[in-house]
């Protein structure tokens, strides 16, 4: 009889055991479900701020390009010789960048 009751005390205190060990995972799953719903909160406030921003600047830019256009067009038409040589200029840069990045690929013997 004194092992039927340690046994039933046994079986009680795993019960028990099993019992406060799936409650403490069941709170720790609701914290962890918890952070990661405020996480994906925080997320998607800063994408649409980051979207708004974006938005903006680009919005500014363009604003800011329809402004200067049409002086730009008419410092072209006047002084085409200018805007020819800085292209070239500028094509000389770059061209010249690629030469040099061919060289110092380029294996000596």
Do not use: C
């Not at 009751?5 to 914290?31: F, H, P």
């Not at 909160?41 to 600047?57: I, N, S, W, Y």
């Amino acid at each position: 009889m004194a092992e039927y009751r340690e046994t039933d005390y046994r079986g009680r205190t795993v019960r028990n055991a099993r019992g406060v060990i799936s409650q403490n995972l069941d709170t720790v799953e609701s914290g962890v479900d918890i952070a990661i719903d405020t996480a994906k909160d925080a997320v998607h406030e800063l994408r649409d701020t980051a979207q708004e921003v974006a938005g903006k600047t680009i919005g500014d830019m363009q604003r800011t390009w329809d402004k200067k256009r049409p002086r730009i067009e008419r410092y072209m038409e006047t002084h085409p010789w200018v805007v020819f040589g800085a292209l070239l200029f500028l094509a000389y840069l770059f061209s010249g960048e690629r030469t040099r990045e061919r060289i110092a690929e380029t294996k000596w013997p």
